[in-house]
């Protein structure tokens, strides 16, 4: 990551970093604090932690509060995303409860998945973060940004969600800073888009990334 840092240097590019033994989150807190500690000092302006989905599903919901207040301190002047790993959640129910747990444990954004659990990003997942969102700006004025990830591979996918955020929380959330996809394949199929755009043709698809 510093090295990130070096070549990113005055480019207005922000670095974010993984931390809190992603993508399990199992280790100590101890361990995951330090982990963070080390990623912020490296020079990370954002970090993305991954909830105790095992403290979360016993019902330890103070737990998991607690732990995401740690990470928030620990991060300093680092943004706070906080990954819920929906697909492991169970129900859209127990979904609304680690959205609101996680923005009222101080997170800048929430986000649905660390990509390496299936389903990772649905529809009816997002929409209910984004009412958790919506809840919030009502009832405080402050606005958390939202990162659905995993998942969404096309651009007409993505047009979809974009419909949902605009209607659900306006123009306002229309903007990086507070709405973000994660999806490697989904910026593939953005570049397929503008070639076809330029030339009335697709490009195959291995003249683009398959990471």
């Not at 209910?128 to 919506?134: E, G, K, N, R, Y």
């Amino acid at each position: 990551m510093p090295h990130a840092v070096q070549v990113l240097e005055g480019s207005g590019v922000h670095v974010a970093s993984v931390a809190t033994s992603f993508p399990s989150g199992q280790a100590s807190l101890k361990t995951r604090l330090v982990d963070v500690r080390e990623a912020v000092d490296a020079g990370a302006d954002e970090i993305d932690m991954v909830i105790n989905r095992g403290a979360f599903l016993a019902g330890e919901y103070q737990q998991v509060f607690d732990e995401i207040c740690a990470v928030r301190e620990a991060c300093g002047q680092a943004h706070l995303k906080v990954i819920l790993e929906t697909g492991e959640l169970g129900t859209l129910d127990k979904v609304r409860l680690a959205s609101d747990i996680a923005i009222a444990a101080g997170a800048h954004f929430i986000k649905t998945s660390t990509g390496k659990i299936q389903p990772a990003a649905t529809m009816p997942v997002t929409l209910v973060m984004l009412q958790a969102i919506a809840d919030h700006y009502r009832k405080t004025g402050v606005r958390i940004g939202m990162k659905p990830a995993g998942g969404i591979r096309t651009a007409k996918q993505a047009i979809a969600y974009l419909c949902m955020l605009y209607e659900t929380l306006g123009p306002d959330w229309m903007t990086p800073d507070l709405y973000r996809f994660g999806a490697s394949a989904l910026l593939n199929d953005v570049l397929r888009q503008i070639y076809r755009q330029y030339t009335g043709r697709y490009y195959y698809d291995k003249g683009y990334s398959l990471d």
